[in-house]
């Protein structure tokens, strides 16, 4: 089987899903076309031509299987390569662009729910990484056609594709053992990216008012970092600097043995729709603590979520920072690795 991978934007989870993707099912005859994550505009809007310019050889061979991320606009992309259109095409959802919080002073990304919705309406198969994914897509689009001047009937056609669509997660990789000899009940663990919309203040909110209070903790703060950086993070970096361990993103190696030392990791975040970090941290023996909104209640019992507000937060860390026997028991992840998935993977390349 001949399949065309096409990610358009190539964050770290995407990259995370193509490649293990690529290694599990290592029969199929794989040929992967990425774009580097960065100028989302033009990315999402411009990717059908810079492969055209770039990979015009590649796109005119014939598959059986185009697999593309929600961000490749492939209803450009086979009108410009007809013969693709031939091939199943599966769109796979890390997430959807109706979905993201937009502040007030930030310009609509009608481009980009555009081309979510023109890359629904083009594939035999959709497929979501989550339910929420899912629905907050399919409620999203629906509420933005409404805006459309001609109030077109689009509530029964997104039903139909809503109850076709498939849910299906990016698995994770299984772990051949961990060590956590040094483990840390009172570590707390922040591995997110550095951007307001995993929502820092009130993670570190809640910190300050714990170390105000001498509540006993020590603080890894990892994940992806930019150029602009929210300010909370200078100032938690210097009045928390007695508890903090780390402070930035590191090497492989030493975030893994990081994230073997336990302790809790936490989520803030205003988006999410799957959530790679907090589920390779509890893999390797962090306790959770995640909101009770987005995706998290289908993926987490409730003894691991908090109401999603400071007040909730600082409860329950004040809670298991004093008294660790409170906490609960680390949590089987077993249903979120590859081999819970694989078969589900191949029956959707083979018979999506």
Not at 11 to 31: C, F, G, K, N, P
Not at 147 to 171: D, F, G, S, Y
Not at 208 to 234: C, H, K, M, N, Y
Request: hydrophobic share 40%; net charge negative; aromatic share 12%.
């Amino acid at each position: 089987m001949r399949v065309l991978l096409l990610s358009a934007y190539e964050a770290v989870s995407h990259r995370y899903w193509a490649q293990s993707l690529m290694a599990e099912l290592d029969d199929i005859s794989w040929t992967l076309l990425s774009l580097p994550p960065r100028h989302f505009s033009w990315r999402i809007r411009g990717n059908p031509l810079n492969w055209w310019l770039k990979e015009h050889e590649t796109l005119s061979h014939s598959y059986d299987v185009v697999l593309a991320t929600s961000m490749v606009d492939i209803a450009t992309l086979v009108g410009l390569f007809p013969h693709l259109g031939q091939a199943k095409k599966i769109v796979y959802f890390h997430e959807n662009q109706f979905a993201y919080p937009e502040s007030s002073d930030q310009i609509p990304q009608v481009e980009a729910k555009m081309v979510n919705l023109y890359a629904a309406l083009a594939a035999d198969t959709l497929v979501f990484n989550t339910a929420y994914n899912r629905d907050s897509f399919f409620e999203g689009a629906r509420q933005f056609l409404k805006k459309m001047p001609e109030n077109l009937p689009a509530a029964k056609p997104l039903e139909r594709l809503r109850q076709q669509a498939k849910v299906l997660p990016v698995p994770i990789m299984p772990l051949a053992g961990t060590s956590q000899s040094n483990a840390n009940p009172r570590r707390i663990i922040w591995n997110h990216r550095w951007e307001y919309d995993k929502n820092p203040d009130d993670f570190f909110a809640v910190l300050l008012t714990l170390s105000e209070q001498q509540v006993p903790f020590e603080l890894a703060v990892l994940g992806q970092r930019f150029r602009d950086v929210p300010p909370i993070f200078a100032e938690a970096e210097e009045r928390l600097a007695a508890q903090t361990i780390c402070w930035g993103p590191q090497p492989e190696q030493a975030y893994q043995a990081l994230l073997n030392g336990g302790g809790i990791v936490v989520s803030t975040t205003w988006h999410e729709f799957q959530g790679l970090a907090i589920m390779e941290a509890a893999q390797r023996g962090a306790i959770p603590l995640v909101p009770d909104r987005l995706c998290f209640p289908e993926l987490y019992p409730s003894d691991y979520r908090f109401d999603g507000t400071q007040g909730g937060l600082y409860q329950r860390l004040h809670a298991w920072l004093s008294n660790p026997g409170s906490q609960p028991e680390l949590l089987n992840t077993q249903q979120w690795q590859w081999p819970e998935w694989r078969s589900a993977y191949r029956t959707l390349l083979m018979n999506p």
